[in-house]
């Protein structure tokens, strides 16, 4: 497949939530933060993260974003500290006037079009370096 011209690479993924679910899962009762996002730097595409509690976060990568080329909705599996993952699990719960925004920084780049569009020639895994969270308080 050729390449477009004028493509723009990517070192993160931005996306605002739109909702966050705590699951509760087997007779372990392992908690998973479930969030939908709607991804705002690639057109029409959306995410779902998986995010887990750890004790200790391994030093190259809170995670993976499996990303399908032939649909626009990723999902990604991710660490994160106890600590952290109580923050979200309690600040999500609040409705405010925007929502919460998660910008995840990628260990490798991906290409995006002058129109946005998410640009692969094969279903992508990505490695997430880091991740910030921007919560609105009013």
């Known amino acids: 497949m050729k390449n477009p011209p004028n493509l723009e690479r990517l ?3 931005q996306m605002f939530v739109q909702s ?3 699951r509760i899962l087997g007779i372990h009762s392992r908690l998973t933060l ?3 996002c709607q991804l ?3 057109a029409r595409g959306s995410c779902t993260l998986s995010f887990h509690p750890v004790d200790a976060i391994p030093l190259h990568a809170l995670g993976k974003i499996e990303v399908p080329i032939h649909r626009p909705v990723m999902h990604g599996d991710l660490s994160i500290t106890r600590s952290l993952f109580d923050l979200l699990r309690h600040e999500l719960r609040h409705v405010t006037s925007r929502p919460a925004s ?3 920084a990628l260990a490798e780049e991906i290409a ?3 129109l946005g569009d998410l640009w692969l020639d094969k279903t992508t895994t990505l490695t997430v370096r880091d991740m910030s969270v921007i919560l609105p308080l009013v």
Do not use: H, K, R
Request: aromatic share 0%; net charge negative; proline share 0%.
């Open 34 to 36: 479930e969030v939908s």
């Open 11 to 13: 070192s993160n993924l």
């Open 112 to 114: 995006v079009t002058s």
């Open 40 to 42: 705002s730097n690639i």
């Open 102 to 104: 998660i910008v995840l």
């Open 20 to 22: 966050a679910e705590l």
